[in-house]
């Protein structure tokens, strides 16, 4: 077990109680001098080596061109909108002002917004259908959303809609018609579910049980839709701690059956900003992640790449942010190795970093890199894990929280994670390890035997094991350094209380596919449609 710093995220903004929520970032209103805000990029960026556009996004506002709200600017003030109501009444708004600060609140009722589609079966066609079906519902959310006065201002929609299985069919779903509708007037969607009903009453809930519940969806939304992260407050070890460093995490986002993609992403924090920026092919700048989400909206957005592009763009965004500056770039192995199979365990060499194994990257393009791969326990490539009771290795066994070091090979290192609040109360003692009485078979006539047993294979609660390889470090770094700072960012998300099961970085990256939307939501609405 590593000696390292306590997780940043367990210890909360001085002055402020557990629950409470602290202050938001302030943000900046331009720049460092050392950046341009139309070239934005996380530390370490080239400029002189920016990738050339390649196709991707026009730019183009479907129904709303020139009107600057797609990918608008950074601005200190903020409009958060609830959806309108059916007859669209005017919205209680509220402005909320801090040091930092301020955010446009506008809050209307739902109505016909969140009705279920009208699905017309005598069309065959399964994307015609679906296209005609969410077509008055897209223009209806454009009309209801439409504000001029809030042009350039981030803006972000909290609806809330039943979940999917309050719906008929999935074609009588409306909240992709309305996500997409909302997204080509520059607003991010973040859904929210009604109260949950006891047995067959409806839902109930109390002031605070509501604002518990509002609460959780609007820090969900700051964390994923915006990028909004944390730091470590003591990043790598107690002996050899890490200051300055920039995490960048590579992605390929897989998407089928009604949508087609196969697209590559980066997703970089770094020290000097509370946000994420996200890069993809079609930007050929480090956007905020907000308004990199926004760019797949786009009708011309490219999404489906072969596996040699993929690879020309993961080489593409090491040289931008290779300049002798410390980086930590994060892969995972079993998302990553059908694309590049330089990253298998059979190509995979100490200190060469390669994505296609024929044309590795030279070191003196990669200065500064260190290269973290891991992998997880999809398709049981990881372990389960236990742990005993600390200083007695002969007594009780549970699930250890911790960063492990293996006394095998010095670059190898594991992640474990505590149980979270949302899981049973079963351990591995009680079945795994000690004989407790229970069903042991069938004899021959084949009736159920029983006995005392070990139900040794059996899954623990959460056999999840990160595995942390430092695949590429320099000759004088401390490999567990680098690992445990990866370990620590499992733990940045501001919005949950328990650790991810990736560092922050690719878990923001996982989440994008959520925002590939089917190309009949995001194609141009005809006036017969509506």
Not at 390 to 412: I, K, L, M, N, Q
Request: with cysteine.
């Amino acid at each position: 077990m590593a000696d390292l710093p306590p997780v940043a995220s367990r210890s909360l903004p001085h002055g402020h109680a557990r629950g409470a929520p602290a202050p938001p970032p302030r943000p900046r209103t331009s720049p460092p001098a050392s950046r341009s805000t139309a070239e934005h990029r996380p530390r370490g960026t080239r400029s002189g080596n920016r990738p050339q556009h390649r196709g991707g996004c026009s730019g183009r506002h479907h129904h709303h061109a020139g009107r600057g709200a797609r990918n608008p600017p950074q601005s200190p003030r903020t409009a958060s909108t609830h959806s309108p109501g059916r007859n669209a009444p005017a919205p209680h708004t509220y402005t909320l002002r801090t040091p930092h600060l301020d955010v446009i609140i506008r809050t209307q009722p739902v109505g016909e917004l969140a009705d279920r589609l009208p699905v017309d079966y005598t069309i065959k066609n399964p994307k015609d259908r679906a296209r005609k079906a969410a077509a008055e519902r897209r223009a209806q959310t454009i009309a209801r959303l439409q504000s001029p006065e809030l042009t350039g201002l981030p803006r972000f929609a909290i609806i809330e809609m039943a979940d999917a299985g309050a719906y008929p069919t999935p074609e009588h779903d409306p909240k992709e018609a309305v996500k997409a509708a909302a997204a080509s007037l520059g607003i991010l969607v973040q859904n929210i579910t009604p109260p949950k009903s006891a047995n067959t009453d409806t839902g109930k809930e109390t002031a605070a049980t509501r604002g518990q519940r509002i609460g959780k969806s609007v820090m969900d939304l700051l964390a994923r839709q915006t990028g909004l992260l944390t730091h470590p407050e003591k990043p790598g070890t107690t002996a050899n701690p890490l200051r300055d460093v920039t995490t960048v995490g590579l992605w390929v986002l897989r998407r089928n059956k009604s949508v087609n993609a196969l697209l590559p992403l980066a997703v970089a924090h770094t020290p000097d900003e509370p946000f994420a920026r996200i890069r993809m092919p079609h930007t050929d700048t480090w956007l905020p992640f907000h308004q990199g989400l926004l760019t797949l909206s786009d009708i011309d957005c490219e999404r489906w790449l072969p596996d040699q592009r993929i690879r020309e763009f993961f080489g593409q965004v090491v040289e931008e942010i290779c300049d002798g500056s410390d980086i930590a770039l994060v892969s995972l192995a079993q998302n990553l190795r059908s694309s590049c199979p330089a990253l298998t365990n059979g190509l995979l060499q100490p200190d060469i970093l390669a994505f296609d194994a024929a044309h590795p990257i030279p070191p003196e393009r990669r200065k500064g890199l260190r290269h973290i791969r891991l992998r997880t326990n999809l398709r049981d490539e990881t372990a389960q894990h236990y742990s005993y009771t600390e200083g007695a290795e002969d007594g009780d066994v549970g699930v250890g929280s911790h960063f492990w070091t293996d006394p095998r090979r010095p670059r190898h290192f594991f992640s474990t994670a505590k149980k979270p609040a949302t899981a049973g109360n079963g351990s591995p003692q009680g079945s795994r390890v000690e004989a407790h009485w229970g069903c042991t078979g069938k004899d021959d006539d084949g009736n159920k035997t029983y006995g005392q047993k070990h139900d040794t294979r059996q899954n623990v609660w959460n056999p999840q094991l990160l595995e942390l390889l430092v695949a590429a470090h320099a000759p004088d770094d401390d490999p567990a350094a680098w690992a445990a700072l990866i370990h620590q960012q499992r733990y940045e998300a501001s919005h949950f209380s328990d650790p991810l099961a990736l560092p922050t970085v690719l878990h923001l990256a996982h989440t994008v596919a959520k925002h590939i939307l089917p190309d009949h939501l995001i194609e141009p609405i005809t006036a017969s449609e509506t």
